[in-house]
């Protein structure tokens, strides 16, 4: 059997899908009151995208605690009480629901690896938490006591007031008999989950799905369309999650190599770039073409220093394509971030990568 509190790899996709059905069992009517929902949502555009779901259950419950990387206090709905993270503490990476009540609980608590799942759709939707799910109203009073001691010097008085009488309500009732049967059901309901949006993800775009019309720069080196949506350019997104390597490449066309078979054509080089360029890859990247000889490349979850070996690399490529004797003479330079930021900051790229060809230099770093 299977360890009902054992922790998973589990997508956003499939997150958002098990908090949806946490907030729905808040917001279900039932005489078991009073209830304290806490919510940890790491960036405030995720939670934005809630808000009315939260206004609901603020109405409802005793106390609706919302925490998130934010500098300054958000303009939140009435009866829903902010908790302000730093960026740098263990539950700005926390993705977390608790449901609690004297006679239900629910709980998702899940936290973010910084990792990507290849093939994703979004770069959102693609990103990797480890987490576990339960329908136990003792585990949801575990969860809330947590929470209430690492946030407590950051809850308002009346939250912390309304959190306490829920808790001690909750102590003086035994939990409600059943709770594994409805634990069953969930692990199937989100198992389920996870391999209908795996299935979606390795099969592509849905049969009937609109498609939009091509854009200069959204179509990948591999013919697939939608880079710019992919990396976040519209839908919900948030600045310092998940790390992306962002490089701006330059090919330089040479003039002296000697003629090979092939023959020695602009398009024939052009072709040889390009499969070089993809031949570095890894199956989650993606890259694109933008100009005539510039290509964008996006590297999810790829670290700063692997970044930089990733670059000189595909500098060393072409260079011993070149020492080969091959009908392809080309040089590559190289512009590269690791970055947080969305969108993604392309503009500062190219620029840099302007200085690098104006002073030879084969790869240059911004800072992300």
């Given at each position: 059997?299977?360890?009902?509190?054992?922790?998973?790899?589990?997508?956003?996709?499939?997150?958002?899908?098990?908090?949806?059905?946490?907030?729905?069992?808040?917001?279900?009517?039932?005489?078991?009151?009073?209830?304290?929902?806490?919510?940890?949502?790491?960036?405030?555009?995720?939670?934005?995208?809630?808000?009315?779901?939260y206004?609901?259950?603020?109405?409802?419950?005793?106390?609706?605690?919302?925490?998130?990387?934010?500098?300054?206090?958000?303009?939140?709905?009435?009866g829903?009480?902010?908790?302000?993270?730093?960026?740098?503490?263990?539950?700005?990476?926390?993705?977390?629901?608790?449901?609690?009540?004297?006679?239900?609980?629910?709980?998702?608590?899940?936290?973010?690896?910084?990792?990507?799942?290849?093939?994703?759709?979004?770069?959102?939707?693609?990103?990797?938490?480890?987490?576990?799910?339960?329908?136990?109203?003792?585990?949801?009073?575990?969860?809330?006591?947590?929470?209430?001691?690492?946030?407590?010097?950051?809850?308002?008085?009346?939250?912390?007031?309304?959190?306490?009488?829920?808790?001690?309500?909750?102590?003086?009732?035994?939990?409600?008999?059943?709770?594994?049967?409805?634990?069953?059901?969930?692990?199937?309901?989100?198992?389920?989950?996870?391999?209908?949006?795996?299935?979606?993800?390795?099969?592509?775009?849905?049969?009937?799905?609109?498609?939009?019309?091509?854009?200069?720069?959204?179509?990948?080196?591999?013919?697939?369309p939608?880079?710019?949506?992919?990396?976040?350019?519209?839908?919900?997104?948030?600045s310092?999650?998940?790390?992306?390597?962002?490089?701006?490449?330059?090919?330089?066309?040479?003039?002296?190599?000697?003629?090979?078979?092939?023959?020695?054509?602009?398009?024939?080089?052009?072709?040889?770039?390009v499969?070089?360029?993809?031949?570095?890859?890894?199956?989650?990247?993606?890259?694109?073409?933008v100009?005539?000889?510039?290509?964008?490349?996006?590297l999810?979850?790829?670290?700063?220093?692997?970044?930089?070996?990733?670059?000189?690399?595909?500098?060393?490529?072409?260079?011993?394509?070149?020492?080969?004797?091959?009908?392809?003479?080309?040089?590559?330079?190289?512009?590269?971030?690791?970055?947080?930021?969305?969108?993604?900051?392309?503009?500062?790229?190219?620029?840099?990568?302007?200085?690098?060809?104006?002073?030879?230099?084969?790869?240059?770093?911004?800072?992300?």
């Amino acid at each position: 059997m299977p360890d009902p509190t054992a922790v998973q790899r589990l997508t956003k996709r499939t997150l958002v899908t098990v908090s949806h059905a946490l907030e729905q069992a808040a917001l279900a009517a039932a005489d078991d009151g009073p209830m304290v929902v806490f919510a940890l949502f790491q960036r405030l555009p995720y939670f934005e995208r809630e808000r009315r779901v939260y206004e609901r259950i603020a109405g409802r419950a005793a106390a609706t605690v919302v925490g998130m990387v934010a500098e300054h206090a958000p303009d939140l709905p009435v009866g829903v009480h902010p908790v302000l993270l730093d960026e740098k503490e263990d539950l700005a990476r926390e993705w977390s629901v608790v449901v609690l009540t004297p006679r239900f609980g629910a709980v998702l608590v899940a936290r973010d690896l910084e990792e990507f799942q290849a093939g994703a759709t979004t770069l959102e939707s693609g990103r990797v938490f480890e987490g576990r799910y339960l329908l136990r109203r003792d585990e949801a009073l575990h969860e809330v006591l947590r929470l209430r001691t690492q946030l407590l010097d950051r809850l308002t008085p009346a939250a912390l007031s309304a959190v306490n009488v829920v808790v001690d309500r909750v102590r003086d009732l035994p939990a409600t008999p059943g709770e594994s049967r409805a634990d069953a059901m969930m692990r199937l309901f989100t198992v389920r989950a996870e391999h209908d949006h795996t299935r979606l993800r390795d099969g592509g775009q849905r049969p009937g799905a609109a498609t939009r019309p091509a854009v200069a720069g959204d179509t990948d080196l591999t013919g697939r369309p939608g880079v710019r949506r992919w990396a976040g350019a519209d839908g919900v997104t948030a600045s310092g999650v998940l790390p992306v390597a962002v490089l701006a490449v330059r090919i330089t066309f040479g003039s002296g190599a000697s003629e090979g078979p092939l023959g020695r054509t602009a398009v024939r080089q052009q072709q040889a770039a390009v499969e070089m360029l993809v031949a570095r890859l890894r199956p989650a990247d993606r890259a694109t073409k933008v100009g005539e000889n510039d290509f964008l490349l996006l590297l999810p979850a790829l670290a700063h220093e692997d970044a930089v070996s990733f670059a000189y690399r595909l500098v060393a490529d072409f260079t011993a394509a070149e020492d080969r004797g091959s009908f392809m003479a080309a040089t590559v330079t190289v512009a590269l971030t690791v970055t947080r930021r969305r969108p993604l900051p392309e503009a500062g790229l190219w620029k840099a990568l302007q200085w690098a060809i104006a002073e030879n230099t084969p790869v240059v770093t911004v800072d992300g």
